[in-house]
């Protein structure tokens, strides 16, 4: 069982999307804790939409609700772009989970494979790739029929 908690800024708009993601991500049978922050800004400058740290036993998730645009100027994330957010983050969660990621190096593990991945550019990670190829895919199929 997939064990959810909420922090923060109460968005339970979001509760249904995140259980379909839950339930698309991660196996049925899977036992995993997933404690989600909903905070105005995840990091100092107020640049990043999103935060996950874990291990294969839980992982915890930041999203912020706002950004700052350029000279300070705060502008809310729309509904669409938290939950394409959410979704992101819920596969950084899956991936702490399968153990394809950790939080002491750069390296991806999948199918048998070991991947260093010291030498990539972020956006090129692989778990980078998989998080932004899903959180497309879950938020234009969950998030719209919510």
Same mark, same amino acid.
């Given at each position: 069982?997939?064990?959810?908690?909420?922090?923060?800024?109460?968005?339970?708009?979001?509760?249904?999307?995140? /259980?379909?993601?839950?339930?698309?991500?991660?196996?049925?049978?899977?036992?995993? /804790?997933?404690?989600?922050?909903?905070?105005?800004?995840?990091?100092?400058?107020?640049?990043?939409?999103?935060?996950?740290?874990?291990?294969?036993?839980?992982?915890?998730? /930041?999203?912020?609700?706002?950004?700052?645009?350029?000279?300070?100027?705060?502008? !809310?994330?729309?509904?669409?772009?938290? !939950?394409?957010?959410?979704?992101?983050?819920? =596969?950084?969660?899956?991936?702490?989970?399968? #153990?394809?990621?950790?939080?002491?190096?750069?390296? %991806?593990?999948?199918?048998?494979?070991?991947?260093?991945?010291? #030498?990539?550019?972020?956006?090129?990670?692989? %778990?980078?790739?998989?998080?932004? !190829?899903?959180?497309?895919?879950?938020? /234009?199929?969950?998030?719209?029929? =919510?």
């Amino acid at each position: 069982m997939i064990n959810v908690s909420t922090e923060g800024k109460q968005l339970p708009e979001y509760d249904t999307f995140i /259980d379909e993601c839950i339930m698309a991500l991660f196996p049925h049978d899977a036992h995993y /804790d997933i404690n989600i922050s909903f905070k105005k800004y995840v990091d100092k400058d107020g640049t990043h939409a999103g935060f996950c740290m874990g291990d294969k036993i839980e992982s915890a998730i /930041d999203i912020a609700t706002h950004w700052m645009y350029e000279e300070a100027e705060e502008v !809310a994330y729309q509904p669409h772009e938290i !939950a394409s957010n959410i979704a992101h983050e819920l =596969v950084h969660a899956k991936q702490f989970y399968k #153990g394809q990621i950790n939080m002491v190096d750069h390296v %991806w593990k999948h199918n048998h494979e070991t991947i260093n991945c010291a #030498g990539l550019e972020y956006a090129e990670t692989p %778990w980078e790739v998989e998080a932004y !190829a899903y959180e497309d895919i879950l938020t /234009d199929l969950l998030w719209e029929n =919510v």
